[in-house]
């Protein structure tokens, strides 16, 4: 008969090894995706000609002007599949606007004024000044990925009468050390003088591209991201989010300083707040960046406040505060992207052997159980706010709007929404496309 101590140390190697084997098939799973892609909905899309390899797309609603972030350099450079060679990096990249107010028109290309030095742009997000009224300048913040530095963020002027974009400065923190996309905050920190605002930033990886731990991150597939906090203001950076599986999308929510965050590789889409956990800790007094008086300055305490589980990696998020509208766009097949970017890090020009599908999702509040651990949507549920005690509460729920297997476009990177317009970019697809979710 075995000893106690061997079934102890038995059953504990079995739990052990259950709870490393179920993460990883998880992944493993959700990397695979579905057997087969579904087509539907490509009808209510157009193409647009111009761009190409976009990381970024942000609509500036109050012109309808869609902004995107477009790099030849991008197949040399993609950081969130770690894949890149930086010594193919040559050609600079560059911002692209495209007019809502005439569907189907071309893109334009724009030249930054008063800009000297490399060019390879990520993530687009506004000063949340800029969104109101009928703008005469919009604060344009992009994340720029020099080859071989920490990314920085870029403050660029757009004038819409003269489509005219002026560099303004540029803001670098050792935080950003794997900056993917931004989201600019509503927060009353906003810059006195030139109107930058404080800002969140995702990095896409824990660990610098050069740093050893990066790939034991990326072959175990370790929560290790974080999200950062710029205060205008101050002119400094924190870390105010941590332990992330490559949050890929950003956008803020309705309430300040708080936003949705796409965790591509735990497939989930996460609401996170702001909270006052420790006025102690959270509280710091500065000398203004702006005025330089005496500041006192309250760091974001980032807390989880609604997760969605999906079976895709959504990368493209974004959240329309007016309408309450929130769309992702996603790849159901994970590893036929990867294959994808690898076959055209080797050659740009070479047609890919497979073929990186994508899905545009839309949330929709449902009726749900109160008390339910994995709550169903209950659509035909009789909802009564006023019942007491209540037996249903409101829960989103993300459901497919249009899908594609590949064939007519694929490889997101991106998603802008504004009323019933949708705007989708691509790491490797020429031109992007403009879609409508009316329902």
């Not at 991008?74 to 770690?82: H, I, K, M, Q, V």
């Not at 660029?156 to 002026?166: G, I």
């Not at 950076?237 to 949050?247: D, H, I």
Request: hydrophobic share 35%.
């Amino acid at each position: 008969m075995p000893s106690t101590t061997l079934v102890v140390v038995s059953a504990l190697t079995a739990l052990l090894g259950m709870a490393v084997y179920l993460p990883m098939q998880r992944t493993t799973t959700l990397f695979e995706g579905p057997a087969v892609v579904e087509n539907f909905g490509m009808d209510r899309c157009t193409r647009v000609s111009g761009p190409a390899y976009c990381d970024d797309v942000r609509i500036q609603r109050n012109l309808k002007i869609g902004f995107l972030a477009c790099d030849p350099s991008l197949p040399y450079r993609n950081f969130a599949a770690s894949v890149f060679d930086e010594a193919k990096m040559s050609e600079d990249g560059a911002l692209w606007v495209y007019d809502l107010n005439k569907p189907g028109s071309p893109a334009e290309k724009l030249t930054i004024k008063g800009f000297n030095g490399p060019f390879h742009p990520s993530g687009i997000t506004f000063a949340p000044t800029s969104e109101d009224g009928t703008p005469a300048r919009v604060v344009v913040l992009v994340v720029n990925h020099v080859p071989l530095e920490v990314p920085r963020v870029e403050v660029l002027y757009y004038y819409p009468a003269r489509k005219s974009l002026v560099y303004k400065k540029t803001i670098s923190s050792e935080y950003f050390f794997a900056a993917n996309k931004i989201t600019a905050s509503s927060s009353p920190m906003v810059h006195q003088h030139d109107d930058t605002p404080s800002f969140f930033v995702a990095n896409d990886h824990g660990y610098n591209i050069t740093d050893w731990k990066r790939e034991y991150e990326e072959k175990f597939n370790l929560p290790a991201s974080s999200l950062v906090y710029y205060n205008a203001r101050a002119d400094k950076a924190q870390e105010v989010g941590w332990r992330f599986q490559m949050p890929a999308g950003i956008v803020a929510s309705h309430e300040a300083d708080s936003v949705w965050l796409t965790q591509a590789k735990g497939g989930t889409v996460d609401l996170y707040k702001s909270h006052i956990l420790s006025a102690e800790h959270q509280e710091q007094k500065v000398l203004s960046a702006d005025t330089r008086e005496p500041l006192t300055i309250t760091w974001p305490g980032m807390m989880n406040e609604e997760i969605m589980h999906t079976k895709m990696v959504n990368v493209g998020i974004d959240y329309e505060a007016e309408s309450k509208t929130l769309v992702t766009v996603s790849h159901p097949k994970w590893n036929d992207y990867l294959e994808v970017a690898k076959e055209t890090l080797q050659d740009k020009d070479s047609k890919p052997s497979k073929k990186a599908g994508f899905v545009l999702s839309r949330g929709n509040l449902y009726p749900v159980r109160v008390g339910e651990t994995r709550p169903k949507p209950r659509k035909d549920a009789v909802f009564d706010p006023n019942e007491i005690p209540r037996r249903y509460r409101y829960q989103l729920f993300l459901e497919p709007v249009i899908s594609n297997d590949g064939s007519d476009f694929g490889s997101p990177s991106a998603v802008a929404v504004a009323h019933d317009r949708v705007l989708i970019s691509s790491h490797y697809e020429q031109g992007f496309l403009d879609c409508s979710i009316a329902q």
